[in-house]
């Protein structure tokens, strides 16, 4: 008996996870659970930032090849295959060994998650680390690209689940 309410509340258990994992109509679930949504309005990445924030979400960092693989082929179909560049949450900070106090460009992102994985074009500028520089990424290649902030672009926020 106590062998079959286990069962049932595993049962229950996952099914009550996903039911809270889903994302919200207009918007796709990532591989960690996290719901992102694609605006085809195009604007300047510190806008694009602002929006994101304001409705208690971020401009997207990918942390591993599967969501980006994932987002890709989301973007993909979002953009009928035709390849445009959308915001990231990724730009050039500072940053300093606290032993060695060597200071250097690097890339990071506004959420504060490492920069570990990246996925730069052959084309994609990355080592041009100047302040002013913030990630997009290509909807079909779902490579990356060092683009100026202060062009118009399309962009994607992340929320985490169960917020939107
Ligand atoms: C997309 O962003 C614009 C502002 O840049 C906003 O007016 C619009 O409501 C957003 N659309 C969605 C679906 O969030
Ligand atoms: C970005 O573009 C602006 C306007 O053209 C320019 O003033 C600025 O130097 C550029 N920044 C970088 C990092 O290239």
Do not use: R
């Amino acid at each position: 008996m106590s062998y079959i309410f286990g069962t049932l509340s595993l049962v229950l258990a996952i099914f009550a996870s996903l039911v809270v994992a889903k994302c919200p109509s207009g918007t796709f679930q990532g591989i960690q659970g996290d719901c992102f949504s694609f605006n085809n309005t195009k604007t300047n990445w510190l806008y694009a930032l602002d929006f994101c924030s304001f409705h208690q979400g971020t401009l997207t960092s990918i942390d591993s090849a599967l969501e980006n693989a994932k987002i890709t082929n989301e973007l993909k179909s979002l953009t009928n295959n035709v390849p445009q560049k959308v915001w990231l949450g990724g730009y050039v900070g500072y940053d300093c060994d606290p032993q060695t106090v060597n200071c250097h460009n690097q890339w990071v992102w506004v959420d504060d998650a490492d920069f570990y994985y990246d996925n730069w074009d052959v084309n994609g500028n990355s080592g041009d680390m100047q302040y002013g520089l913030f990630t997009a990424i290509d909807t079909v290649g779902g490579t990356w690209f060092a683009v100026n902030g202060t062009i118009e672009l399309a962009f994607i926020c992340k929320y985490p689940p169960g917020l939107i």
